[in-house]
């Protein structure tokens, strides 16, 4: 089965600051999709950005990047001059190719402190 | 865009009853949709996969006589939680996606109290 694991529970950043957070995942497919979704007090989950395991190159959404290392299975977030908004719940998640359902990781929270 | 639209947003009713929560994909058609449950700080995890005209699948310890899933239309999905207790009291959150493989939609969510 595939699993995803956030190790970092809580991550806080100064405004304007650079956070990375981590995800690795495991799974036997070659074809997959990894997520990241913000979950802010609200609970709606936002998607933040998407990646499909067979393109090379890292997905980037404005202030948001991703770093996917496919043979090292992991899919970092980096989120550049972190806004007061940015804070929230974000959890990485993955889906089979065609699968549809996701398996989400633990979470981590991220703080923005002004 | 599409919108998943999930009612209620919020109910408490006492131990025992039943209560049925409604997921409707509003612009788009739906075979499959997914119903999740987050208890407080947790993350989000996978109930089961609603199929339309056909019987749900369920993850494994998912009680299928206790949340019965219905999937009559297109567009719309039920779940319903069976006589209710205050350890189904939860955060319910369904999901959708226009079309195989494009980026799933959720709903805003439903959170249950069971007195």
């Known amino acids: 089965a595939q699993t995803v694991t956030q190790s970092q529970p809580e991550m806080s950043v100064q405004e304007a600051e650079t956070v990375t957070l981590s995800c690795t995942y495991d799974?036997?497919?070659?074809?997959?999709?990894l997520f990241w979704y913000k979950q802010p007090p609200s609970r709606q989950m936002i998607l933040v950005i998407r990646?499909?395991?067979?393109?090379?190159q890292n997905a980037t959404e404005n202030r948001f990047s991703v770093n996917f290392q496919k043979a090292a299975k992991s899919f970092s977030l980096k989120i550049s001059d972190s806004q007061l908004g940015d804070a929230a719940m974000y959890f990485c998640?993955?889906?089979?190719?065609?699968?549809?359902?996701?398996?989400f990781g633990q979470g981590t929270r991220l703080t923005i402190n002004p | 865009g599409a919108v998943v639209s999930q009612h209620p947003s919020w109910v408490i009713c006492k131990s025992g009853t039943s209560v049925k929560i409604e997921c409707r994909s509003l612009?788009?058609?739906?075979?499959?949709m997914f119903w999740y449950r987050q208890f407080p700080k947790q993350s989000l995890m996978l109930m089961a996969t609603?199929?339309?005209?056909?019987?749900?699948?369920?993850e494994q310890g998912v009680e299928k006589d206790k949340f019965l899933i219905n999937h009559a239309s297109l567009t719309l999905s039920t779940l319903t939680v069976t006589s209710a207790h205050p350890e189904d009291s939860s955060f319910y959150i369904c999901?959708?996606?226009?079309?195989?493989?494009?980026?799933?939609?959720f709903g805003n969510g439903t959170r249950l109290t069971v007195t």
């Open positions: 999901s959708a996606n226009s079309r195989r493989n494009s980026p799933l939609h």
């Open positions: 799974t036997s497919e070659s074809d997959y999709y």
């Open positions: 990646q499909e395991a067979y393109k090379q």
């Open positions: 998640a993955y889906t089979g190719q065609g699968a549809q359902k996701l398996v």
């Open positions: 612009d788009f058609q739906a075979t499959t």
């Open positions: 609603s199929n339309e005209g056909s019987k749900a699948t369920y």
